[in-house]
């Protein structure tokens, strides 16, 4: 079955600092794809960032990058130069296997809330 | 560029009661898909639509049912509500075939008491 552990329930972090949070996965299908989205506390998830399990770089956007580790299986996402409304709960998901390559189904981690500080 | 919207955005019910909530896909956008997430947990797929049709279903029971209307709106029903229902329903939206990432709205608060 497929599986995604976000390991830090809380994260803090100051002002204009980058901030790495974790993301492990556990999957037996060799095509899959890994996003990150936020939360914030208006409920709303924004898509963030993707990382297809055959990209050859990782991704990259804006201040948000991915370091993927296929044979750690893992895929942090490093905020650089944090900022204020930041502060949020972030969510590590993956594409579900046997759904036609297509991102309808999403399996979600439980979460990181991140607190940047002033 | 309307997003995708939901209603209401809050509801309380009572323990055996139904419900059913609405959401209105991205503009160009013809694929919706229903999350469960509930206090302190990642979504839960509850199952997806296109073209009027349940096209994949989560882990949850018949009691969940959806529509989806020739203009892609949909609507989520839960029938015979528990105090386990309690939770936010947050509806997705994306192109059909293609890799695009959910867009989602920002949720309907369901309280069962």
């Known amino acids: 079955a497929q599986k995604i552990t976000q390991t830090q329930p809380g994260m803090f972090v100051q002002e204009k600092e980058a901030v790495t949070l974790d993301c492990t996965y556990d999957t037996s299908d060799p095509s899959y794809g890994l996003f990150w989205y936020k939360q914030p506390s208006s409920g709303e998830m924004i898509f963030l960032i993707y990382?297809?399990?055959?990209?050859?770089q990782n991704a990259t956007e804006g201040r948000y990058s991915l370091n993927f580790q296929k044979a750690r299986k893992s895929a942090n996402l490093v905020i650089s130069a944090s900022q204020l409304g930041d502060s949020a709960m972030y969510f590590c998901?993956?594409?579900?296997?046997?759904?036609?390559?297509?991102?309808?189904?999403?399996?979600f981690g439980k979460g990181t809330l991140l607190t940047v500080n002033p | 560029d309307a997003g995708v919207t939901q209603s209401p955005t809050h509801l309380i019910k009572t323990r055996g009661q139904q419900v059913t909530l609405r959401c209105s896909p991205k503009s160009g956008h013809d694929t919706v898909s229903w999350y469960q997430q509930a206090l302190g947990q990642g979504p839960q797929f509850i199952f997806q639509y296109y073209e009027e049709e349940e096209r994949q279903r989560g882990n949850f029971p018949d009691r969940f049912s959806g529509h989806q209307f020739p203009n892609y709106s949909s609507e989520l029903n839960v029938n015979a509500l528990l105090l386990g229902d309690s939770a936010l329903y947050l509806c997705a939206s994306s192109p059909r075939g293609r890799r695009s990432p959910l867009h989602f709205g920002n949720g309907t608060r369901l309280t069962v008491t």
């Open positions: 998901a993956m594409r579900a296997p046997n759904s036609g390559g297509s991102n309808y189904k999403l399996t």
């Open positions: 990382q297809g399990s055959y990209d050859q």
